[in-house]
């Protein structure tokens, strides 16, 4: 059974860069941009609990920070693992060892004892409590668009994350990753509610804290292919399988432009029982990283602006096989 997550391995920052040895000791030295923690206490009321269980689930904060059985179709959070953390394996070639946190409540080895104004700058502004620059791998770059509102539920829902004690390894990222992720992390602050009259606007959005183009568009040396933007064909590699973007622009031969806005809900929705029940078991040519699971929560309206989004966006021609028989290609 193989338990565990990863997604957006992508991300494998910033590979080949020469930097001289002048740069590299400010680099060095420098530290990240950064602003105190706002010292608020989010409400904990059923509303934004409710809230925040949604955004948790449209950004996919389980994808990286819990442990998934894969053995099951679309690889269901283990109930006993959720926000646990994860040391992601050697093989997706990180630059270095990346550990997704202990997210829970636990005071030892997870968020316990954070004030929730540090949480809200971890998830937006990519600094830890101890005010180190997060790797990017946590797709910060991307929450920081989340709305006050939205992050504060967030935090209200994290709040309620049974505890579960576990420690892990802190993350060591190598150089020159290490040292150039420290652009990354800014202030952030009044992030208004999205406006949610515009179908596309809202679209983008739900698109950008759903962080679907990370996955959707096809990287080289780590930065994402010009013009390729959610045309797909991104690999995602694992010992026991290989799952491949699909191409989600409005291409007709090759993306979705003959999908129907109906095809495309019931797309999502085709989960919606598996969520609720449980997934079957599957082998690993259904393997996906595609948060099926957490994705088919959304709302109807949600679903059809990002819907309206993806359709305003330049249809690429990308022809993408998704699940590549194994052997058939090479790493
Ligand atoms: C694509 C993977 C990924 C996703 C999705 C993701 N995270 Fe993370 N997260 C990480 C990694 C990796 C780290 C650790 C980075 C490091 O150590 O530099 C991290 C760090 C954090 C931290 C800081 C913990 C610490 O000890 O500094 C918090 C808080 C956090 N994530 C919360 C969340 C929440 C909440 C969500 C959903 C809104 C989320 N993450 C989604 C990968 C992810
Ligand atoms: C962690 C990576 C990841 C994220 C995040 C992600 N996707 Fe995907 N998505 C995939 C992969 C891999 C596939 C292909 C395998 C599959 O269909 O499950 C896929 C498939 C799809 C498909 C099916 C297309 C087809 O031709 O069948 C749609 C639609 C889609 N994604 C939309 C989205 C949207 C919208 C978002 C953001 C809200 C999103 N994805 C976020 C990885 C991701």
């Known amino acids: ?39 608020i206490r989010v409400e904990m009321t059923p509303e934004r609990i409710a809230r925040g269980k949604y955004v948790y689930a449209l950004a996919d904060c389980d994808g990286c920070h819990s ?58 502004e990519g600094i830890s409590r101890d005010g180190r620059a997060l790797f990017p791998l946590m797709p910060y770059e991307n929450y920081r668009h989340m709305s006050d509102e939205d992050v504060f539920s967030l935090v209200a829902y994290l709040n309620t994350l049974p505890p579960i004690r576990h420690r892990l390894p802190k993350s060591e990222v190598k150089l020159p990753a ?8 800014r202030p952030v602050r009044n992030v208004p509610q999205p406006d949610r009259s ?14 679907c183009a990370d996955c959707h568009t096809q990287r080289e040396r780590g930065s994402p292919k010009p013009g390729m933007r959610f045309a797909g064909g991104e690999r ?12 989600i622009t409005p291409d007709e ?23 609720q029940k449980g997934s079957p078991q599957a082998g690993p ?28 966006q330049p249809p690429v021609f990308n022809p993408v096989t998704t699940h590549p028989r194994p052997g058939a290609e090479p790493l």
Not at 287 to 312: C, G, K, N, V
């Open 253 to 275: 031969k090759t993306g979705i432009g003959r999908w129907s806005e109906r095809a495309f809900l019931a797309r999502f929705y085709a989960y919606r029982d598996y969520a």
């Open 198 to 211: 515009d179908p596309v606007r809202y679209g983008e959005y739900l698109a950008t804290v759903g962080v």
């Open 67 to 124: 442990e998934r059985d894969f053995s099951r179709l679309a690889g269901p959070v283990m109930e006993s693992g959720r926000g646990k953390g994860v040391v992601f394996p050697p093989e997706l070639g990180l630059p270095g060892r990346i550990v997704a946190s202990n997210i829970t409540t636990d005071r030892e080895t997870g968020l316990g004892a954070w004030t929730d104004g540090e949480k809200i700058r971890a998830v937006r």
């Open 285 to 312: 040519q259904s393997f996906t990283l595609m948060p099926w699971l957490a994705l088919s929560q959304l709302p109807p309206e949600d679903l059809r602006a990002i819907y309206a989004y993806l359709r305003a």
């Open 178 to 185: 290490s040292l150039l992720m420290k652009d990354l992390p």
């Open 236 to 247: 995602f590699h694992f010992g026991f399988a290989t799952v491949v973007s699909s191409n």
């Open 1 to 39: 059974m193989q338990k565990m997550l990863i997604r957006g391995l992508g991300f494998a920052a910033a590979a080949v860069v020469t930097v001289s040895g002048a740069t590299l000791s400010y680099l060095y030295l420098r530290k990240p941009e950064m602003a105190p923690p706002l010292s």
